[in-house]
């Protein structure tokens, strides 16, 4: 007859589980960095924690979660104020103890309780926690993660609106010319993201802050580097030419200086470039209410206009980009034409 003298261990509850990561993550803070072997072991705790919070939302691979449990362990950590420590603990964690954090965060976030995104709420009472994420960007280790829990957020609308209208937006300017490919890759994923999502906050944060933002973005299109250029025009014609934006486009192809960044973009060495330059810069041409300056611009290089237009796309591009060539060319020829330009 065998005797255990061991008892297995019973599985946590989801309101012990959101204590023991909160009480783990807190165990960091009194340890000192001299105390090598004691960090190491509440780094374990932490990182062990971690583990069970995500078997709980996610499962094991064999066991599917209990959905009970999910909203359980939702709600604690809600109550427990364990997200903001998420957030502020991320720089220290390792890298598959972030990776873990990230998915339970993406569970979570969107998880309803009665009804009630309960993480919704609290990143909406926390949202100086939104700025973190972003001012993240800034360190490259724990930039993807961070850019991973930010888009996560901006699919819901009150997020999204807080990181557009918030000072910290305009770090995307910089954070997607960054050195590091990886890091301004994801945050320009982010950048396109924030205004593509929700056009009704999109189109508002473009009205009350248009020239701000035009005259940042055209330092991206202008930029030196070719990804950022091609990036950035693609996504220019992704937001511009939405219905909820036309007011925006409207007033964008009534400016002489954003004519001139086109005209610029349609002689760029990359034939990627050119092409997507040509998309935005023939909606300047057909408007039928063509300012006076944008008129005079157009018939002042018409020639020049006409010839690059003429090789644009040779042997590459369908029937239809080439029926709208000829009709922006035809426009061209015509408003150079006109004889009131120069009185």
Not at 225 to 232: D, L, M
Request: charged share 25%; hydrophobic share 40%; with cysteine.
């Amino acid at each position: 007859m065998s005797f255990s003298f061991f008892k297995a261990s019973r599985p946590k509850t989801p309101s012990e589980l959101a204590k023991a990561v909160k009480d783990s993550f807190n165990a960091l803070d009194s340890i000192t960095v001299a105390e090598v072997k004691a960090l190491d072991k509440a780094m374990e705790e932490v990182e062990k924690n971690i583990v069970a919070m995500k078997v709980m939302l996610a499962g094991d691979g064999e066991v599917e979660p209990n959905l009970d449990q999910v909203a359980q362990l939702t709600l604690e950590v809600c109550n427990e104020d364990v997200i903001a420590l998420f957030i502020h603990k991320l720089p220290i964690l390792g890298w598959e103890a972030r990776k873990n954090l990230v998915h339970c965060w993406s569970i979570m976030l969107k998880q309803k309780v009665d009804s009630t995104v309960c993480c919704a709420q609290y990143m909406e009472k926390h949202l100086e926690l939104l700025d973190f994420l972003v001012v993240c960007y800034d360190n490259k280790e724990i930039a993807l993660h961070c850019g991973g829990m930010l888009r996560e957020c901006i699919k819901l609308p009150s997020l999204a609106k807080y990181i557009l209208e918030s000072p910290s937006f305009e770090l995307f300017f910089k954070f997607v010319e960054l050195p590091n490919f990886d890091v301004a890759s994801d945050a320009f994923s982010t950048f396109k993201d924030l205004l593509t999502k929700h056009e009704s906050a999109v189109s508002q944060y473009l009205s009350d802050n248009y020239n701000e933002f035009f005259e940042q973005y055209e330092k991206l299109l202008t930029s030196p580097n070719y990804v950022t250029r091609r990036q950035s025009l693609k996504l220019l014609s992704e937001f511009l030419l939405e219905p909820p934006n036309s007011h925006i486009m409207k007033r964008y192809i009534a400016e002489v200086s954003h004519l001139k960044v086109m005209m610029n973009l349609l002689k760029d060495s990359s034939k990627n470039i050119q092409i997507s330059a040509f998309h935005i810069f023939k909606v300047f041409v057909a408007n039928p209410n063509k300012p006076r300056g944008i008129k005079l611009i157009l018939a002042k290089n018409h020639e020049r206009l006409l010839a690059l237009l003429n090789n644009l796309g040779k042997g590459g591009e369908d029937d239809q980009f080439e029926e709208e060539k000829e009709l922006i060319m035809k426009e061209i020829e015509k408003v150079s034409r006109l004889a009131n330009l120069e009185s």
